[in-house]
Each structure stands twice: as C-alpha cells, then as structure tokens.
C-alpha cells in the first residue's frame, strides 16, 4: 500500500503539472516558446502515464486511465506548486524552474531505487527533466535581468510560489518508509543542494531570494488549494461525461 501511494504521488505531480502547462498550447509569447512549453507538458504527461501504469500494477484493479480521471481531489497526492494557474509567462516559469530542479535531484536519487521499475522510470525522466531544468533556468536569467517590468513580474512570481516549495522536503510516514526500504528518497536531504542550485540563479538573475515564512503543505493527506478543483474538472470532464466512450 505504502508503494502504490508513493508511485502515485510522484505519477499525480507530473499529471496535474502537464495538465497546467498544456493550458500554454496555442498561446506562447512566441512560437518557439508554444512548440516549447507543450513539449515540455507532453514529456510530463509521458512521465505520468509510466508512473500511473506502474500504479495500476500495483492496484491490481484500476487501469492508468481510471486512475487518472476517476479519482476526486482529495484522493490526489500532486504537490500544491504543480497545480498552481500558470498566471503570466513569469509565473509559469518561476513554477517551473522550482519544479524542475527538485525533480532533478528527487530523479536522480529515485534511480538508485532498490525497486527496478521507479529505478528505470526515474533514468528515463531524469534525461527530459535536464531539459527542464535547462530550459526554465535560462528564462530565468532573461527575465530577471531584462526590463524592469519582467524583473518585477519575476520577482512577484518568487513571493507567491515560494510558499509551496517547503512542500517539497517533507517526509511522511510513507517517505520514511519507502526511504528505509531503500526504494524511495530522502526529501530532507535534498534541500541543501536544491536551495544551492536556486540560490545560484536567483543570484545571477538579479533577483532576490523570498524570506521562508509560512509554508503551504498537505498534499501528502489530499488536501489542495482550490486551484486543483478546477483543474480536475476539465480534464476529466470528457472521460465522465462518456465514460464508456473509445477513442
């Protein structure tokens, strides 16, 4: 039970995250950056659907698809920071940068999994979280020294998602567990490196680090802001409204 609940967590954030970031297709700054964004969403949802499979197995009753569209929001475990509205470009970006270099360390920890199918699905997500990470970096740079107005709306899009990233190292009664085992990560432990790599591009973007205050938390228990609701009700509105559809 404590493995299915941890594969699904890690199967929901990258799910809800791609849902988000595909709300980009057809309106990027620029083509490019449309072509972009709904690539970066499509590696998501391809991460999602290996971790949903995997899920499924370990159910033994629900198919990926049930999974994903016939749960309500309080049986999803996707981190609070993936949920959020995309807002402007700044904001997705700043979501995306805070994202990405937690699943690149969380990945790049997750291969060294005692469990041979998250081992191999992290090895396979970590090369497209490279990217990621890459890609949400360099337009923090852009942004944050650029004109006064992105620096602005960069650093405003840093106070509003810092909030959900003390989420992000909290461990549970399953982490501990599945990190005892030898099959999941130690979440604490990857914050050092996390606010090291996120200090160092704050830095360089001339922008200034939020103070840690008051952190959101309790997707672990399914508990959401009610930006998921919403969410949920669009992407799974055509699976209920015909569910016995093929297509």
């Not at 699943?103 to 199918?117: A, C, H, I, M, W």
């Amino acid at each position: 039970m404590s493995l299915l609940n941890y594969t699904l967590r890690i199967a929901d954030s990258s799910l809800i995250l791609a849902q988000r970031i595909s709300g980009w297709c057809s309106k990027g700054p620029t083509l490019e950056e449309d072509i972009a964004l709904s690539n970066i969403a499509l590696d998501l949802f391809g991460q999602a659907n290996g971790f949903l499979e995997y899920a499924s197995k370990l159910d033994g009753n629900k198919t990926p698809d049930q999974l994903a569209f016939n749960r309500n929001e309080r049986e999803f475990f996707n981190l609070q920071i993936t949920e959020q509205e995309n807002g402007n470009f700044a904001d997705t970006i700043v979501r995306q940068f805070f994202f990405s270099t937690y699943s690149f360390l969380f990945y790049t920890e997750l291969s060294k999994s005692t469990d041979e199918t998250l081992a191999a699905l992290s090895v396979k997500s970590l090369k497209e979280v490279k990217y990621h990470l890459q890609h949400s970096k360099s337009w923090m740079l852009r942004l944050g020294d650029g004109t006064e107005e992105s620096k602005q709306k960069t650093q405003d899009a840093l106070q509003y998602f810092w909030q959900f990233t003390g989420e992000l190292f909290e461990m549970d009664e399953v982490d501990i567990e599945m990190s005892k085992s030898g099959i999941g990560v130690g979440n604490s432990e990857l914050k050092t490196n996390w606010d090291k790599m996120v200090n160092e591009v704050i830095n360089q973007s001339t922008l200034e680090r939020p103070v840690d205050a008051y952190m959101q938390t309790g997707s672990k228990k399914g508990l959401h802001t009610e930006c998921l609701g919403h969410l949920l009700s669009e992407m799974q509105y055509l699976p209920r409204a015909y569910p016995n559809a093929k297509w």
